[in-house]
């Protein structure tokens, strides 16, 4: 039998693969950490919250008990070295995380955590493969009409996208009849969705492009698009959004698309 463990972040992504485990009659357990939130549906019997530098302890105690697969969730708040507190099996890997940490970018973070992960024997797991149901595939998925200007801004999103992933910066941009509105840095999408609001003129097409960076790793920060990013959208006047073609994780996707619907969006993957 499968035993997994969850490195669980917030946000809703970590329910979800909680309900599905627990579906499938899949043993596993949850680490958690401090300031984060941890899952809703979990026990006390399998879930712990702890800080940073606990990690690779807890984890060699999880694989003694047959635990070799894990599964990383939700967002991490970025740890000050000043959080980590590791003990007698994290410190020898603090020099290189604090080397890693100050070279800067996500990307060069999850590639960090990854490979240590893999070098004390754990399998890291595609969330694809857990959770097929919350991807979508290529093209229209609602049905609304897309513009021959919003593919043209689709298209100019996408190649911006591809330059600025090759610096480790954001996921999405928001275009207007071929004008930039907004790029992601660190604020995140529904703060970069906010933000541009002011900037998006009343009653032209304006779309939202969010897509996985070039060559990331596709077990950890794909993307993800949840009911309350729409809500944002429709709220700044965004007419849909294009996003990776099977590469974006969308939080419960029935309402998702329901929603779309009923405020004529469009979901469209590439």
């Known amino acids: 039998m499968k035993k997994i463990i969850i490195l669980s972040g917030s946000g809703e992504l970590p329910n979800l693969i909680t309900e599905k485990l627990k579906k499938d009659k899949i043993d596993f357990f949850v680490i958690s950490f401090l300031n984060n939130k941890p899952p809703k549906f979990i026990g006390e019997h ?19 008990n047959g635990y070799r697969q894990i599964i990383l ?3 991490l708040k970025r740890p000050t070295l000043s959080e980590i507190k590791p003990d007698l ?7 290189k995380f604090t080397k890693t940490l100050f070279a800067g970018g996500d990307n060069n973070l999850l590639k960090f955590v990854l490979s240590e992960l893999e070098n004390i024997g754990f399998k890291i797991l595609k969330l694809y493969n857990i959770l097929p149901d919350c991807f979508f595939g290529k093209g229209n998925q609602t049905g609304v009409k897309i513009s021959k200007n919003i593919f043209k801004d689709i298209d100019k999103g996408k190649k911006i996208l591809s330059v600025n992933s090759q610096f480790d910066i ?28 002011n900037f998006i003129r009343v009653k032209k097409e304006a779309v939202l ?14 993307p993800a698009i949840g009911l309350q990013t729409l809500k944002n959208c429709k709220k700044s006047g965004l007419s849909g959004i294009a996003y990776s073609a ?22 469209y993957g590439i």
């Open 170 to 197: 954001g996921q999405s941009i928001i275009l207007q009849n071929g004008t930039v509105i907004g790029i992601e840095a660190s604020q995140g999408t529904d703060n970069l969705i906010k933000n541009s609001s």
């Open 209 to 222: 492009v969010k897509l996985l960076k070039v060559k990331q790793d596709l077990r950890a920060d794909l």
């Open 89 to 95: 099996n994290s410190i020898k890997l603090i020099p």
């Open 46 to 64: 399998n879930h712990k919250t702890i800080n940073y530098g606990r990690v690779i302890s807890e984890l060699k105690k999880l694989r003694l």
């Open 73 to 75: 969730a939700g967002s």
């Open 246 to 267: 099977n590469r974006t994780i969308f939080i419960n996707k029935d309402d998702v698309i329901d929603f779309c619907r009923k405020n004529r969006m469009f979901l």
